[in-house]
Nanobody, 121 residues
């Protein structure tokens, strides 16, 4: 069994910062990608930032220059530093990992439970 456990959401004012953290627990052989998605009310879930196993990163245009994703392969963790937050960043943020478990062939997707980020004055 694999679990992704998130922390760090909350309520902040515009321009402030938050840091989200996610840890993968279980018998894991390899993690291919770890990333953050978000879903605002009435909208589809969207990819915010991705950290691949080869250290490449991807950011949605809406967060470039404000958000930074960082990954610790030794600890199976990923973090999202969010600066200069805007009201439009308000959403439930989900940690996602595509990984292979020990003793299993192939990889599959796992999701965290989600953490609420609200940006409001």
């Amino acid at each position: 069994q694999v679990q992704l456990v998130e922390s760090g959401g909350g309520l902040v004012q515009p321009g402030e910062s938050l840091r989200l953290s996610c840890a993968a627990f279980g018998s894991i052989l390899r993690i291919n990608v770890m990333d953050w998605y978000r879903q605002a009310p009435g909208r589809q879930r969207e990819l915010v930032a991705r950290a691949a196993s080869d250290t490449t990163t991807y950011y949605a245009d809406s967060v470039k220059g404000r958000f930074t994703i960082s990954r610790d392969n030794a600890k199976n963790t990923v973090a999202l530093q969010m600066n200069e937050l805007k009201p439009e960043d308000t959403a439930v943020y989900y940690c996602h990992a595509n990984l292979q478990r020990n003793g299993f062939l192939g990889s599959r997707d796992y999701w965290g439970q989600g953490t609420q980020v609200t940006v409001s004055s």
